[in-house]
């Protein structure tokens, strides 16, 4: 049969074929022109390589998580960083390269580890900072487990019609699928290039966020390598610049040395860091001192000095923000009804007749009509044991998890981007109504609908490059399992030692500002309680964010993507410390300089901070974001900080 020339010529049916022929034809020419029939795939070493890389890379993620609220995509990184090991293994005799469809599965495993943080920075924290309650190391490990094997469930049914039918093109899962299959099909020297830029960026990061502990460098002897956290130190020996009255450095208006949070804002763009930076300007060195002025904003009394602290601006500027990223989410959401309904068009629906070619390496349909309802059973049971969800209000989060896995799954196959914000809080906004008054259960019901949603969309990304490859989707589904308990068994951990430990209150600093779970807290404290508990002046900010979000949202859609503001870079301002901000802005302005400047493509400049953008950038927030969280637990357990 014909097939048009498709990334890095991988065949791939034409767009009239996709849109004429039956599901059963196109799983026919799959299966006789792209499958690749018993090539080893989720072999030992495979699985074993995934657990580990995912389970390290998680904590990057963790990292830039409590940083910024995101979470970082870590299937490119772990595809480069398996290809050269074994590359190296195989040159000094002790291994064999892996095959195209083994990295492949291996990227399932470790792509499932890296995204089990997204709950940890975001419901479950905001849970423990609502009630004051630290939940067991195991009941969240067993929580998180438990969600993302029905996000699992709830995927599966879904691939047939959005990768086999509809072919979705799942941007990030593709573009896995073309690196792996230039790695392997010949371009060996770019990947071996690629993985040395990983490896010496993380080393030489690692090595810098090993020198900002002064702790750790006095105790090794050699106090004169220590690097100053905030640049601007030296300032403040001789004068404190002030800001209508306000220490600068009390409004968090500095210059830092967190190179990870450059090298996330060169990954985010320069529309997003000109967003973030904007945003902060106003943010902090406009509304803040403001409303201290006007007494909105108060310190703490510390040895009869007056202290501010991050946390006492973020309390009141956090409701713009909130309001701001909130509907314009949902605006975007909202704004494309197309999509929407396409998410439902046809689900139950199987064109060309009940032939199934691929029955015999499709995860049978038993798993799915047993498995969800009996995981979905346990869920609800963990939901009224942890977190007092009662049945009832339980069982109604499952049909909402459906709907919302098929508008999740839709949204990430046409643009990468899942929507778990967005979705989040229209569970809390249901359960607003359904529950007034009772926050954890609107936090515990929406983390259940993000998670798993997000889960079932994520793993349809990764079985994207495995249908591209020809790979076994049960042994994908298989590798995704593996990579959820391996991620949640490394990150849960390392979150409670590293930030919680036996107080939830002391997670929100300076330095680990925890915006997601803020903005969770946030919603849900005002879904149950109302505005009217709030300040009048953070009220009048609530209700100027949430329409600058709806225009914003609109403005950007109008322009078809143009116009040079995005809101939820402006109101993540908001809930994130100045000097986090103008750290991310300066790395998305160096790489945009970089691509303006570096145009030579057979120069090192251009191949390094041009052509292999993600690579340089994920080996140093890698680099630095392990070493970060060594640092912590090193002070904390070892030095006594």
Same mark, same amino acid.
């Given at each position: 049969m014909s097939h048009t020339p498709g990334p890095s010529d991988l065949p791939q049916l034409t767009p009239d074929q996709i849109r004429e022929w039956s599901l059963e034809q196109k799983d026919r020419w799959w299966l006789e022109n792209v499958y690749k029939g018993d090539m080893p795939q989720l072999t030992a070493r495979a699985a074993l390589t995934g657990m580990l890389l995912g389970g390290v890379l998680s904590l990057t993620n963790l990292y830039v998580g409590v940083k910024t609220g995101w979470t970082?995509?870590?299937?490119?990184?772990?595809?480069?960083?398996?290809?050269?090991?074994?590359?190296?293994?195989?040159?000094?005799?002790?291994?064999?390269?892996?095959?195209?469809?083994?990295?492949?599965?291996?990227?399932?495993?470790?792509?499932?580890?890296?995204?089990?943080?997204?709950?940890?920075?975001?419901?479950?924290?905001?849970?423990?900072?609502?009630? %004051?309650?630290v939940l067991p190391v195991w009941a969240t490990v067993a929580w998180l487990v438990c969600l993302s094997f029905l996000g699992v469930l709830f995927a599966f049914p879904l691939k047939k019609r959005f990768i086999n039918d509809e072919q979705l093109p799942f941007p990030e899962g593709q573009a896995a699928g073309v690196v792996m299959h230039a790695l392997h099909a010949g371009q060996a020297a770019d990947g071996v290039f690629k993985a040395k830029l990983l490896v010496g960026t993380g080393a030489f990061a690692g090595g810098l966020k090993l020198l900002q502990s002064e702790a750790i460098t006095t105790r090794l002897g050699v106090p004169w390598a220590h690097i100053p956290e905030f640049l601007d130190a030296w300032v403040y020996t001789r004068f404190t610049p002030r800001l209508a009255g306000t220490p600068l450095k009390d409004l968090t208006v500095r210059l830092d040395s967190d190179f990870v949070m450059v090298a996330a804002g060169g990954l985010m763009g320069i529309r997003t860091g000109l967003s973030i930076l904007l945003g902060a300007i106003l943010n902090y060195m406009v509304l803040a001192p403001w409303m201290i002025s006007r007494g909105d904003i108060t310190g703490r009394v510390v040895d009869g000095v007056a202290v501010l602290a991050?946390?006492?601006?973020?309390?009141?500027?956090?409701?713009?923000?909130?309001?701001?990223?909130?509907?314009?989410?949902?605006?975007?959401?909202?704004?494309?009804?197309?999509?929407?309904?396409?998410?439902?068009?046809?689900?139950?629906?199987?064109?060309?007749?009940?032939?199934?070619?691929?029955?015999d390496i499709e995860l049978p349909g038993s798993v799915f009509l047993i498995g969800i309802p009996v995981v979905g059973a346990v869920v609800v049971a963990m939901g009224w044991a942890f977190f007092g969800v009662t049945p009832w209000m339980g069982a109604l989060a499952i049909p909402l998890v459906f709907v919302f896995t098929l508008i999740a799954v839709n949204a990430t196959g046409l643009t990468s981007i899942t929507p778990t914000s967005a979705l989040g809080k229209l569970t809390q906004l249901t359960y607003g109504?359904?529950?007034?008054?009772?926050?954890?259960?609107?936090?515990?019901?929406?983390?259940?609908?993000?998670?798993?949603?997000s889960n079932a969309a994520n793993l349809l990304m990764d079985i994207k490059p495995g249908y591209m490859l020809g790979a076994k989707p049960r042994q994908q589904a298989l590798g995704h399992c593996l990579g959820i308990v391996a991620g949640a068994l490394v990150a849960v951990p390392v979150f409670f030692l590293a930030f919680v430990r036996d107080n939830p209150a002391g997670m929100i600093t300076e330095a680990h500002p925890f915006p997601s779970a803020i903005v969770w807290k946030a919603v849900a404290e005002v879904l149950t309680s109302g505005l009217s508990?709030?300040?009048?002046?953070?009220?009048?900010?609530? &209700?100027?964010?949430?329409?600058?979000?709806?225009?914003?949202?609109?403005?950007?859609?109008?322009?078809?993507?143009?116009?040079?503001?995005? &809101?939820?870079?402006?109101?993540?301002?908001?809930?994130?410390?100045?000097?986090?901000?103008?750290?991310?802005?300066? %790395?998305?302005?160096?790489?945009?300089? &970089?691509?303006?400047?570096?145009?030579?493509? &057979?120069?090192?400049?251009?191949?390094?901070?041009?052509?292999?953008?993600?690579?340089?950038?994920?080996?140093?927030?890698?680099? %630095?974001?392990?070493?970060?969280?060594?640092?912590?637990?090193?002070?904390?357990?070892?030095?006594?900080?």
């Open positions: 970082l995509g870590v299937g490119i990184t772990s595809v480069i960083l398996a290809f050269g090991l074994f590359k190296l293994l195989s040159r000094v005799g002790l291994g064999h390269e892996m095959t195209v469809l083994e990295n492949n599965a291996m990227q399932s495993v470790a792509t499932a580890a890296g995204y089990m943080t997204g709950p940890l920075v975001s419901a479950i924290a905001a849970y423990m900072l609502v009630t %004051g309650v991050f946390k006492d601006i973020t309390m009141w500027s956090l409701w713009g923000g909130v309001a701001m990223m909130t509907t314009a989410s949902l605006t975007s959401f909202f704004g494309k009804p197309a999509v929407l309904l396409s998410s439902f068009r046809g689900f139950f629906a199987r064109r060309g007749g009940a032939a199934d070619p691929l029955r109504a359904l529950a007034p008054g009772n926050v954890t259960t609107n936090l515990a019901t929406a983390g259940i609908t993000a998670e798993v949603a508990n709030l300040k009048p002046s953070a009220q009048v900010a609530a &209700a100027v964010g949430a329409v600058a979000g709806v225009l914003l949202e609109w403005l950007r859609s109008a322009t078809k993507g143009r116009f040079p503001i995005s &809101a939820v870079g402006l109101g993540l301002a908001f809930v994130i410390s100045f000097n986090t901000c103008l750290a991310m802005f300066l %790395g998305s302005l160096l790489f945009w300089l &970089a691509g303006k400047l570096f145009t030579d493509k &057979a120069k090192l400049p251009h191949r390094v901070l041009v052509e292999n953008l993600e690579p340089t950038t994920a080996g140093i927030i890698a680099g %630095g974001a392990l070493m970060g969280i060594a640092v912590i637990l090193v002070e904390v357990f070892v030095l006594g900080g």
